[in-house]
């Protein structure tokens, strides 16, 4: 059973770029929510409890965001795998930053029910 506060969306994909005090690592973003997302990046991945920042496009129509938030979980790279990942949830967001990922949201869901 899934434990979590809000629904999240997937296959939603975006690329992002993870900031974790001075270091900036290449990312994606997977399985948004209004509480906060998936993060995959190359090398290790921020420790849980770390507070971090992903630069992130969520929409095609919006500009480059600075999400702030706290890592509830890391691991990886597995062996062979050249990513890691970890959960990530939003921390004191704007109005505008929560508006803009409950438009990420909704337009996935647009676009997911046009293709159905």
Same mark, same amino acid.
């Given at each position: 059973?899934?434990?979590?506060?809000?629904?999240?969306?997937?296959?939603?994909?975006?690329?992002? +770029? @993870?900031?974790?005090? *001075? &270091?900036? $690592?290449?990312?994606?973003?997977?399985?948004?929510?209004?509480?906060?997302?998936?993060?995959?990046?190359?090398?290790?991945?921020?420790? !849980?409890?770390?507070? @971090?920042?992903? *630069?992130?496009?969520? $929409? %095609?129509?919006?500009?480059?965001? +600075?999400? %702030?938030?706290?890592?509830?979980?890391? &691991?990886?790279? *597995? #062996? =062979?795998?050249?990513?890691?990942?970890? =959960?990530?949830?939003?921390?004191?967001?704007?109005?505008? !930053?929560?508006?803009? @990922? *409950?438009? #990420?949201?909704?337009?996935?869901?647009?676009?997911?029910?046009?293709?159905?």
């Amino acid at each position: 059973m899934d434990k979590r506060e809000a629904p999240r969306v997937a296959p939603y994909l975006a690329s992002c +770029r @993870v900031v974790d005090g *001075e &270091r900036k $690592t290449p990312g994606y973003m997977s399985d948004l929510s209004t509480k906060g997302a998936r993060v995959a990046c190359e090398g290790p991945a921020p420790a !849980q409890g770390a507070s @971090v920042v992903l *630069e992130v496009r969520l $929409t %095609g129509r919006s500009t480059h965001s +600075r999400l %702030g938030g706290l890592v509830k979980w890391s &691991r990886g790279p *597995e #062996a =062979g795998e050249e990513l890691s990942a970890f =959960g990530f949830v939003f921390h004191d967001l704007t109005p505008a !930053q929560a508006a803009e @990922v *409950e438009e #990420a949201i909704a337009e996935f869901k647009r676009r997911a029910a046009a293709l159905s």
